[in-house]
């Protein structure tokens, strides 16, 4: 047979693999664990090479490691709340529950199709009540741990999609689903007090050295945390209830240099400021305009700086100044104290805004070594180093130095206090929305917020619900599932209505997978401290900031509740590249998709693998090509054929693998062969095991291949090693296999292997048999390369010296010139100096 059937072969392997079920683990205290996971996937419907990309990286990782003899838990599932499904319904009628699950369908034997080594017996979805029932008891342990709280909150609201947005849903002050202009709304929101655990979750990316720096960055960044100072400015009289405005710097050494401040517009003491103003209509005004605005365009450096003055004053602290008090749009109310003191000297936005309103500019830092600032001349904000000057006491000092002087001189008259601050908010939770798992609280009129007693959940979605694009969660259209009973009281009362955010069911779900089937708890103690950590996690760096960031927020609270023992929950962590095609991403509106279902049809799926592993490193980007794809189904029906030739020779030769290689009895042709063997099953184990270098794996395999048709062409057949032949093509079936695993289990068995091709232990090799008997030997005349000469391996100095100098090509090279001197470095070169 010239070529393989890899339809049938595949589907063949597929089904046996299932049948008995070789990819089910159970925890085994007796052997090392090992925790391979993949993000699990929206249930979109269709797999794309992102996907494909993702699990063939977890896969060939998953099955290496077990055939390293460690019980590997590799498990898959679907993260199957969200807004998708209920835009289908909307759009097509079908119920969100109905399209979700056929979804789930379709890409499981999507999945199926590719050969990937899970255990499906531990496949979870995160709509399916038994596994929401443990998302809305988690939410009840935060709850009970106050880490969950209602406020109201001004929210991005986009009014097409009819729902809350987080920040990073906003792109450009549009919503990322349907780009319509994002506005405000204050709503009673639910929360997670994330911010709680802001300091650890900063501090522990230390623990994790097996992360990519650059993700660790970003969430450093997000977290964002700052140091300075509060301070307080006194109002001449009281306005209200308020005395003073606070605000939050982190360069109190300009505090000389303050002209004015700027309140955000939602700021509690702009509405006093408002009472007997004679131009409160046109400040109204404003300020609507600017709270249409998002955070993020209100962050923008791009964003023009407008504002407005109050007509009030207040009094810098150290100064004793009046300064005058304006509403900007660029301050922002929930970061620091919502209100931040101008310094258009030193700070880029002050200056920008100080410039179109002609306010004062007050330089108070100096540069050192460039001539004088001098404020009428400035283009810009001069915002580094430098000393101070027209600071009173400060002046000459260096501003580093003036910070920490500056704060400890607020700090003893109790005018202000050095602070921390981070970027990071609580985490809004809070969905207006049906297809997410039901926020388990109940609202009485005598108890207020009751949780649902455990005994009571699930709360389930009701069924049957009318979609219809309102600002409404359509759960509030169903009473019977509003109505209730206080679970305290007993009288009626009724439900939340708000649903989680989906980012709350992927924060634990690997937990999940550790007991998927436990009806009695979320997760089994037991299971978890045998499972976690997760020892490997792959996915989209999309996914850097949130989801990693959640699931690490979770697993810390989890950690203080003692209901896992540990506080990260992922090891180490392979962000992969994407898949290109012309260098662009693949997307639907480029028209410029390749479909994974379609590569299948056409070359298998050994092939996919083995293509979109060879032709990139994991972590960059991949280019699509048509001709690799080819070149890697190439390479397999070549594979496929030397064993074949194989098969009437090798048939008698009981011995699959030899057990050890005594390489002294090998001839020169066999020797080199035994070389190659093992320098691939070396050089495979390494770059898979320890650097993820799955192209170079293959590289080295396709190597091995050309050297054993090399063998096999060159040695005549009756001189040829069978028993080395043979174990040959075993060890090459077996590192070949975590990458093809189809085509590897048939001709693991066409050579006669018993049991399958991923059960077996992982090869091993001989550093004996790496050491080449020969090497190359640079003669050089006068420092100039002469000759090259392949001389025994290992030579000392001086036998390296006589056996060059007795070598015909040299002795004639030299023609009788009179030596000076010999220069050897063993295995290397021998330099002859001749006069
Ligand atoms: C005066 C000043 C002078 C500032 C100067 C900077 C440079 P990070 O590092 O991100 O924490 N700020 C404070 N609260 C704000 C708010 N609610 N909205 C917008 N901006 C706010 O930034 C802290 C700095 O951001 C603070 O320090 C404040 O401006 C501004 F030469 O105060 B600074
Ligand atoms: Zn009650």
């Known amino acids: 047979q010239e070529r393989y059937d890899f339809q049938d072969l595949e589907r063949k392997w597929q089904q046996a693999w299932e049948r008995d079920n070789i990819y089910g683990v159970t925890v085994d205290p007796n052997k090392e664990k090992y925790y391979c996971l993949e993000m699990f996937p929206y249930p979109s419907g269709q797999l794309h090479m992102g996907h494909v990309r993702n699990y063939s990286i977890g896969d060939v990782v998953a099955r290496f490691k077990t055939m390293q003899g460690l019980q590997v838990l590799h498990p898959m599932g679907w993260d199957a709340f969200g807004l998708p499904a209920e835009n289908a319904a909307i759009k097509h009628g079908v119920p969100p529950a109905q399209w979700t699950t056929e979804n789930i369908a379709n890409m499981r034997s999507q999945l199926q199709a590719m050969g990937l080594s899970y255990d499906w017996d531990r496949e979870v979805a995160s709509c399916y009540p038994d596994y929401y029932k443990w998302t809305q008891w988690l939410f009840l342990q935060l709850y009970k741990a106050n880490l969950a709280y209602k406020k109201k909150a001004n929210v991005n609201w986009c009014s097409s999609c009819a729902t809350v947005l987080a920040n990073e849903q906003v792109v450009d002050g549009a919503c990322e689903r349907c780009d319509t202009v994002v506005e405000k709304k204050a709503l009673e929101q639910w929360f997670f007090r994330i911010t709680d655990y802001a300091q650890r979750l900063l501090d522990d990316l230390d623990k994790l050295p097996g992360w990519p720096d650059k993700v660790k960055t970003m969430q450093e960044n997000w977290i964002g945390r700052s140091e300075g100072a509060e301070m307080d400015f006194a109002l001449p009289e009281k306005k209200g209830d308020f005395e003073k405005i606070r605000v939050y710097t982190t360069r109190q050494d300009t505090i000389y240099g303050v002209t004015y401040l700027v309140l955000a517009p939602e700021h509690p003491l702009v509405e006093e400021l408002l009472q007997n103003n004679n131009r409160e209509e046109e400040i109204r005004a404003f300020i609507r305009k600017v709270l249409n605005l998002s955070d993020i365009d209100r962050t923008s450096t791009d964003i023009e700086k407008e504002g407005i003055f109050t007509g009030h004053y207040c009094l810098n602290p150290l100064t004793g100044e009046k300064v005058a008090i304006w509403i900007g749009n660029y301050v922002l109310v929930d970061y620091g104290t919502g209100a931040v003191m101008g310094v258009p000297a030193h700070d880029q936005r002050d200056f920008e805004f100080a410039t179109k309103y002609n306010l004062p500019i007050q330089v108070v830092i100096q540069p050192e070594g460039i001539p004088d600032l001098v404020a009428e001349d400035m283009d810009h904000a001069y915002d580094e180093d430098g000393i101070l000057v027209n600071s009173g006491p400060f002046n000459g000092m260096k501003n580093r130095e003036a910070l920490a002087a500056i704060a400890t001189e607020l700090e003893k008259d109790g005018k202000g206090t050095r602070k921390v601050n981070f970027r990071l908010r609580d985490w809004l939770i809070s969905r207006q929305r049906y297809w997410g798992a039901p926020i388990p609280i109940v609202h009485c009129a005598t108890c ?201 020779p090798l048939r008698d030769l009981s011995t699959l693998m030899l057990p050890h290689l005594d390489a002294s009895t090998l001839n020169r042709e066999d020797k080199e062969l035994a070389r190659q063997i093992h320098y691939a099953v070396k050089k495979v184990t390494e770059d898979v095991g320890n650097r993820f270098n799955f192209n170079t794996a293959v590289s080295a395999i396709m190597e091995l291949v050309n050297a054993m048709y090399l063998y096999k062409e060159k040695v005549p057949q009756e001189k040829q090693n069978l028993p080395l032949f043979k174990d040959g093509l075993a060890r090459l079936v077996l590192i070949l296999a975590p990458f093809a695993p189809h085509v590897c289990e048939e001709l693991w068995k066409s050579l006669g292997g018993s049991g399958y091709v991923h059960q077996q232990p992982w090869p091993t090799y001989d550093e004996k048999a790496l050491v080449k008997d020969e090497v190359e030997i640079v003669v050089q005349l006068n420092g100039k390369v002469k000759e090259r000469l392949s001389l025994a391996n290992g030579l000392d100095v001086e036998t390296l010296k006589s056996q060059v100098l007795a070598n015909e090509r040299v002795v004639a090279l030299l023609g009788g010139k009179n030596v000076v001197k010999v220069i050897a470095v063993p295995n290397r070169l021998v330099n002859i100096v001749v006069k």
């Open 448 to 648: 207020g917020e009751v949780p649902v007693p455990d005994e009571q959940l699930p709360v389930m979605l009701p069924k049957d619900v009318e979609f219809k694009p309102s600002g409404e969660s359509p759960l509030r259209s169903r009473e019977d599932f509003m109505n209730c009973q206080c679970p305290s009281c007993g009288e009626p009362a009724q439900r939340e209505t708000d649903t989680m955010d989906t980012f709350v069911c992927s924060s634990w779900y690997f937990l999940r997978y550790c007991s998927p089937k436990n009806d009695d708890e979320a997760f089994a103690r037991d299971d978890v401290d045998y499972w976690m950590n997760v020892d490997q996690y792959i996915g989209g760096v999309e996914h850097a900031i949130l989801h990693l960031l959640y699931a690490r927020f979770f697993t810390k609270v989890l950690s203080d509740l003692n209901l896992v023992g540990v506080d990260e929950p992922f090891e180490n962590l392979l962000t992969q590249g994407m898949v290109l095609m012309d260098g662009a991403k693949m997307s639907k509106s480029k028209g410029n998709v390749v479909s994974p279902e379609e590569i299948i049809q056409r070359y298998g799926a050994d092939t996919a693998r083995l293509f979109i592993l060879f032709a990139a490193p994991p972590e960059r980007d991949l280019e699509w090509s048509d001709r690799g794809v080819e070149g890697a189904h190439r390479f397999l029906q070549r594979v496929w054929r030397l064993i074949q030739a194989y098969q009437e």
